[in-house]
DNA sequence: GTGGCAAAATTGTCCGACAGTCCGATTATC
DNA sequence: GATAATCGGACTGTCGGACAATTTTGCCAC
């Protein structure tokens, strides 16, 4: 049964100055690349003391949506980045301990979508940036760290070509938490180097030669390889050195 | 080439701090629950001024890593709240205007799967608030924003049941964008409300029955209708009243 | 142990201040 | 005339202190 009075919670000002601002950026009455007032200014404009300006503008700032070209002092009007919007999904899902089954399946979904799209649509720009984190992992195959990285730039790559910022931003949380992940399989499954290079080769080949339904489909070996890879890591002893 | 030199970028006061403490959390030396020394105390300990702590924690608060009980004052180590965070996605990609056929792609991957996923692991308590949800759109059909949000509650429901939270917390941003496109449709092309009502109820009846393949069938067709509406809308002339 | 109460602590907000730095305009230089 | 050096103003980052409102705590009586 639904109370009948909502309990009122006060905002304190600097949240409220926050909203009322988040309110101008998304009705694009702030434009993005827009400065905005000074701190003093805003601070005689709210009718409020400098210090709740500043905490009010932290919000705004966390949020992405202000922000500073490097070496300027004013602040302007930001579009939240893709990177920034994502860590802090992967930073609240490691925060619900998520499993990787859960990532595996996430990525199940989403991974060879993008790949289909992105042999569908990607610009030579695009293909020529994904066969190159592909070159980089074959070159760096033996340092761990730069291959589970290349891996990950691998993904971002697909779904980068894919045209579709939806999926680019929902598989971009993903990578961050494939990685740690990702690094403890690899230096524990002796042939997942191998399969990944001849994964990589055959999407970066279909989505080249525009073949949706191939680049699909070796996604799906590919990432349906991770999970092999992680069943196999739980039965392998931890190399111990 | 690369730059011989790297722009050095000093991080403010305020954000090392925030950084520090939000590196304890994850790190989990900070737990869930527990609470944050005073501001005052922080300020000594870190050794700067109250002032520059405020700002740090307003970073952290934003980020949904510290929050408060209702009526409480201390400040506590949060879990982000899905909500909390797919609302900041959302509004991310509303800023990168995304377009519609992005959206959609992006359902179609994730939905139908989370559909699936529901239909073999739902509890009890899972199905009953999605039939629920399903009830109370077809109680509400011709008010217009009340069945909007019908709609996208019984997505929000099939993603909770899936048990996966990657793929609910990817799924949860798609909801917000799709709620305004589906006002104006649902509005314009006059089969959409029984076209829903019936998707709504095959998939409720396949997951309550454990059948994920036609629970995933289901969502997929239910999903591509909408893109059938759409494109119906785009032909309609706006009703002019 | 529980309830009640006064004291101490804490947050939200304000005021004023100052060093460092960025910006724009003015002036000096080639 | 174009460019380089210079200067003052504006702005941010940080500091110190202050105060009301409210929460938390410690304590006492029951």
Redesign the pocket.
Known sequence: MADLFAPLDDH????QIANVIEQRIVARSLRTGDA??????LARQF??????I??A?RELETHGLLG?VR?????RVTRPEPGQVSSGVSRALALHDVTFLELWEAMMAIEPVAAQYAAARRTPAQLQALVRTAARFKREVDDTAAAVSAVVDFFTAVAAASANQVLALSQAPLNLLLAPALTRMIDRVPQARTRILEAQGKIAVAIKLHRSEQARTWMEKHIRDFKRGHELEALNPKRTE
């Open positions: 304190p000002a600097y949240r905005l007032p000074s701190e003093t200014d009718g409020v003391n400098r210090s709740t500043r905490e503008i500073r070496g300027e002092k004013r602040l």
